[in-house]
């Protein structure tokens, strides 16, 4: 149970007491509209907070635009606290509601199905779900979750307290952080798409001798690839968060703090700074680098260096404004085709309509 003493005593940072009952507790989080009376329940505009009341939850959290709104009288039965941002207040407290450990320890800290070799270096805590796989002087560090048929061949190192989800695959001697979370079905460390092409035209595998290294607090979704570099590293830096489907390929580098969303794709040895941002679908080629605090738009395609930090989109890539004006002006091409023909005609700058114009 999360009680609002405890908000009020240790997250007093980010959210400001109101008024109410500081012994009042909440077992879970809903919207309004499913709010019970042991409920905490965010609200940020008028229509929720009028929903709110009606179920008179244990705790309500306001946006601080929103705190002249409640009162003791009205709200008497609920404890409440402002926020400047209801996002940064979910990160910080739905983590008390949290149960996805549950996922994991109801088969007991090691179950007997799991295979872990002799020289293997399991921590403290550590949980090692149902037909799970160990290697070979693999190191796992203390209070790690291993979920149901995960596999981690020989020398991987893994940090304390990351979490691996059913089916994960990492390759051997990949490195891993601390407090890391890799969703189910994502390959780490898997070969990248390197070959030599023969005269007659048959491609010879380049074999890749490196690994991939994953820095601290990183995310990464499901069904991702991230391949193992040619000899060095491939590198995913501290903060980074990958949403599901992104391939990242051997030899690239990935900044601090990057967000990138489903469907990045990315091609070999590229380097990306820190704090990029990327819309869906987006996709950047091999070979080049892009500059810290670089956003592009989503279903956007990079084949150059991006040295400026700022915002862009399109393809070929603009800077955000002028990517938006083009777009803009696609759906009138036909017109301006259109009026240019009769311009040019009225002008007796055509000897004739071309035959594939709307005014053949």
Known sequence: MLTAQTIKNKHADIFTFLHGDLETGANNCHVPEE????????????????????????????????????????????????????????????KYFDRK??????????????????????????????YCVIGAHADIGDDCMIGAHVVIENDVRIGARTMLHPHVFVGAGCHIGDDCEIHPHTSIGSDGFGYAVEPDGRPRKISHLGNVKIGNSVEIGSNCAVDRAT???????????????????????????GFYTAGFMMGGSTKIGRQFVTGGNSVVTAHITLGDNVVLAGRSSVTCDVPDAG?????????????????ANIGH????????????????????????????
């Not at 009225?346 to 709307?358: F, G, Q």
Request: glycine share 6%; aromatic share 4%; with cysteine.
């Open 35 to 94: 709010a019970l009376l042991d409920s905490l329940v965010y609200v940020s505009d008028p229509q929720q907070l009028a929903e709110t009341r009606r179920h008179k939850p244990a705790i309500m959290i306001v946006t601080a635009k929103m705190s002249g709104c409640v009162d003791s009288k009205t709200d008497a039965e609920t404890c409440c606290f402002s926020v400047q941002s209801i996002s940064m207040g979910m990160a910080v407290l739905l």
């Open 101 to 130: 450990c549950l996922r994991f320890t109801q088969w007991g800290e090691r179950h007997q199905t799991a295979v872990v070799h002799p020289d293997a270096n399991i921590g403290a805590r550590t949980v090692l779900g149902p």
């Open 231 to 257: 000899l060095t590293s491939t590198y995913i830096r501290s903060g980074t968060k990958l949403d599901n489907i992104c391939h990242i390929a051997h030899n690239c580098d990935l900044g601090e703090n």
């Open 311 to 327: 915002a862009y989109g399109g393809y070929p890539l603009q800077p955000l404004k002028e990517a938006m004006k083009t777009i």
């Open 333 to 360: 091409l036909n017109d301006i085709r259109r009026n240019l023909n009769r311009v040019m005609r009225h002008l007796h700058l055509l000897d004739k309509v071309p035959a594939d114009s709307p005014d053949a």
